[in-house]
């Protein structure tokens, strides 16, 4: 069975510019998270998405966005880059909204120049 | 919020060595993993773990929940056992659990041969 995936892999924008990241969970998987990895530093939740709703949302600036479609899949929007949002973008997917264990993608790693 | 401190943030081993990385938490949870970050950023899932003891090969856990704390231990060491080593915890909100996982700082191991 396929594991999660991200699209793309790399990505290198300009300050100010937008960027969508992409995440395919596990199959017959429900909920997808999103967290972010700065250098040195553990993952930071994000959102996440459960049955196609926002079921929660860390400490991030309204230009974070995000949405999960029908099949489950999810997209991470950041409008107005910053330098400051260069990282890893790392999406989860699991069972269910909480206490399931989580399974993580191979991460978008995101330069802001 | 939470809050998750791992220790000790660096050790260093020699091949065959035995080590316990240990992880602390500040309330009660609904889940708590134990990752393996490899140097392209992958985390690997090792333990899904919110209580009791498990083992798989030369790697085991144990979380004692209503002590807070949770230690891995990694039995005689290989050099690709290298990498960082996270403990993550989804928190136990009144009850429920929102899927938003909490990350330690990170245990930085380095095997030598």
């Known amino acids: 069975d396929a594991g999660v995936t991200q699209s793309p892999t790399h990505l290198i924008k300009t300050r100010g510019q937008q960027v969508t990241l992409r995440c395919s969970p596990i199959s017959g998987h429900k909920s997808v998270s999103w967290y972010q990895q700065v250098l040195g530093q553990g993952p930071q939740f994000i959102f996440q998405y459960y049955e196609k709703e926002e079921r929660g949302r860390g400490n991030f600036p309204d230009r974070f966005s995000a949405r999960q479609f029908p099949n489950y899949s999810s997209e991470l929007n950041v409008n107005a880059l910053l330098l400051g949002d260069s990282a890893l973008y790392l999406c989860?997917?699991?069972?269910?909204?909480?206490?399931?264990?989580?399974?993580f993608g191979p991460g978008t790693r995101l330069t802001v120049t | 919020g939470i809050q998750v401190e791992q220790s000790p943030p660096d050790l260093i081993l020699q091949e065959g060595a035995n080590s316990t990385l240990r992880c602390n938490f500040s309330d009660s949870v609904n889940n708590l993993q134990w990752f393996h970050q490899n140097p392209w950023g992958q985390l690997i899932n090792l333990f899904y773990i919110p209580s009791g003891t498990k083992q798989n090969g030369r790697l085991s856990a144990t979380t004692v929940a209503t002590e807070r704390y949770s230690l891995l231990y990694i039995s005689s060491s290989q050099t690709t056992d290298s990498g960082v080593y996270f403990c993550a915890v989804d928190a136990n909100a009144g009850g429920t659990s929102y899927g938003k996982l909490t990350f330690g700082q990170g245990t930085i191991l380095t095997v030598h041969p």
């Open positions: 989860a997917s699991s069972l269910g909204q909480g206490g399931y264990e989580q399974y």
